[in-house]
């Protein structure tokens, strides 16, 4: 008959494809493989190994980002951590886990155990300073342990005006129109790191009268504080429809933060209205005829030059101007690169100590 099998083996001819399906599960779980629910989908965390372009999208290398739990992926994983067998002729013989084993997983999603994910943050958060998943507030933490040094609970003032320096110093050569165009900027930096547990938040707009004044700069060092690299980046324009396919992409992937640069068109749309003030909003999958809730605590950033807010997002945007008073700012010359200052660095509201 062979040799008998483990008692955490899975009989991959089991009838009840609910009861193995559950088996596979517990035991994906007991073995620590990180697959989270997320909306209607199974998804795990993971670095990208190179640039990609997805939908519109631009993601850069190195950044750490939510990737759906396919049923070829679960196998291979599953292999690795499993024992699977079946009986042939009397005896017990070993397999490989294949993907249509898996795929009950995903397509029973509702009945799953896997915790439920919100959001993929990549700095300690206001409650927790240790990486990997958060039952609390559903958020994943990716990052290294002891990356951030020990944080105080409860810093002084000398200390939060140190940070305050420092969080400064990278924009110490921007043109601020205003001082309130300053708090702006730095309202988003401190927004980048706690978006995730913020129901909603404003589209944080960088703008100026003229090319080369820096706006771009400036969004890019609010990604670098969240992600520790350039956040993605889409374009905006005037095709309604393509904007919502970009922004249910966005949505969809979970990015932290991304950055429409450089708009020229009227920035107006329903969808986007709704993603800045509601946890969540309806989207439907690009090539089927299927409906999905996706979160949106996503921060979105836009520049442009004298950029038209208008109709609902007046209300729902806060503008960051900056003004470098000449006739060509792209001709002005500087001693440091602020965005690689930030990176080289490692800058930022809870890197601080």
Known sequence: TG????????????????????HIEAALMQKGLEVFRRGE???????LEADEVVDGVRRPKNLMAFRRATPDWLAYQASRLLEFYKLANGKTVNVAPSAELMRPLQATIEERK???????????????????????SKLY??????????IPASPSKELAEEALARLLHPARAFPFATPVARSVWLAAMLTAVVRGQLRTCPLFAFDAPAAGSGKTRLAEMVGVLALGVRPP????????????????????????????????SEISHADLCKALTSPTIQGRILGVS??????????????????????????RTVTCRID?????????????????????????MNRLR
Do not use: C
């Not at 919100?118 to 300073?129: A, F, G, H, M, Y």
């Not at 933490?141 to 020990?150: N, S, T, V």
């Open 141 to 150: 933490l990716a990052f290294e342990k002891g990356q951030f040094g020990a």
């Open 233 to 264: 980046a889409a374009s905006w324009g005037e095709n309604e429809e393509e904007n919502g396919k970009a922004l249910f992409s966005i949505l969809r992937a979970g990015d932290p933060v991304v950055l429409f640069d450089n708009v020229t």
């Open 324 to 348: 470098a008073g000449v006739e060509r700012p792209e001709e002005r010359q500087f001693d440091f690169d602020p965005v690689q200052e930030m990176v080289s660095r490692s800058l930022g």
């Open 114 to 136: 896997f915790p439920s994910v919100e959001r993929l943050v990549t700095t300690p958060t206001l409650t927790r300073d240790e990486p990997g998943y958060d039952h609390a």
């Open 290 to 315: 299927e409906t999905v809730t996706l979160g949106t605590r996503t921060l979105f950033l836009v520049t442009g030059n004298n950029l038209q807010i208008a109709a609902d997002m007046t209300r």
């Open 3 to 22: 040799p008998a099998p483990a008692d955490s083996a899975i009989y991959v001819g089991n009838p009840n494809i609910a009861e193995r399906t559950e």
């Open 41 to 47: 989908e199974l998804v795990h965390v993971m670095k």
